[in-house]
């Protein structure tokens, strides 16, 4: 059974500290994702990356940025967070040569105030 | 125009009620499409991918309309554990694409 896990369910942080979100999953999978989704806007794509040390730009990456050292793990970095980054992140993974389904973590609810 | 858009709901229906969801999209080059199912405060999970043909799973079935860029999702027979959100997702060159998602509340 495929296990995404986010390190965090629940975080709050105050305006301009930096804020670090991991993603480990467990089935060896050469791509990984992390989505924010905010009510009305659906899953928006912040940056992805298909192999380790590779990233690449989603729709939304202002203000984020990403680190892929080991295969299993994903982390997104919020460099100075402020309040419209306030939302709920999920990290997604799967195997290459799809499109295949994408395994969701339990998503990190992050409050900036 | 958003590239995948649903109707938010909410569908209030009860228990037994046939139910179904329609999802636009914008890229005619689409080449997969799936729904999936999220509940409160839970991930998406994979409910079931979208064949030219339709295709059914249980009491839910999927369509897909190229020619309108549409695709369908239908419930039979509602039970209270299918209240969710379902999402459409539509990809083109493995660059997926989520709808804001329709929320579906069974009543007893």
């Known amino acids: 059974d495929v296990k995404v896990t986010q390190s965090s369910r629940y975080l709050v942080k105050r305006t301009g500290e930096k804020v670090f979100l991991e993603c480990v999953q467990d089935?060896?999978?050469?791509?990984m994702f992390w989505y924010r989704q905010d009510p009305g806007l659906g899953l928006r794509l912040i940056y992805f990356?298909?192999?380790?040390?590779?990233?690449e730009k989603g729709d939304i990456p202002e203000g984020y940025s990403v680190s892929r050292e080991k295969k299993e793990r994903f982390s997104l970095i919020l460099e100075s967070a402020s309040t419209n980054q306030t939302s709920m992140y999920l990290c997604?993974?799967?195997?290459?040569?799809?499109?295949?389904?994408?395994?969701f973590g339990p998503g990190t609810r992050l409050t900036v105030t | 125009r958003k590239e995948v858009e649903q109707d938010p709901g909410p569908f209030n229906v009860p228990e037994g009620a046939t139910v179904a969801f329609n999802c636009t999209y914008s890229?005619?080059?689409?080449?997969?499409f799936f729904w999936y199912r999220q509940d409160c405060r839970k991930e998406p999970k994979l409910l079931m991918s979208?064949?030219?043909s339709g295709n059914e799973d249980g009491r839910f079935t999927a369509q897909l309309n190229r020619a309108s860029q549409y695709i369908s999702l239908l419930i039979r027979d509602s039970k209270l554990s299918d209240s969710a959100t379902y999402l459409c997702?539509?990809?083109?060159?493995?660059?997926?694409?989520f709808g804001a998602g329709t929320r579906l509340t069974v009543k007893p």
């Open positions: 997604a993974s799967t195997t290459t040569g799809g499109p295949y389904e994408q395994y």
């Open positions: 089935m060896d999978h050469e791509n």
């Open positions: 990356s298909y192999d380790v040390k590779m990233k």
């Open positions: 890229n005619s080059a689409s080449q997969s």
């Open positions: 979208v064949y030219s």
């Open positions: 997702v539509v990809s083109w060159n493995n660059d997926m694409r």
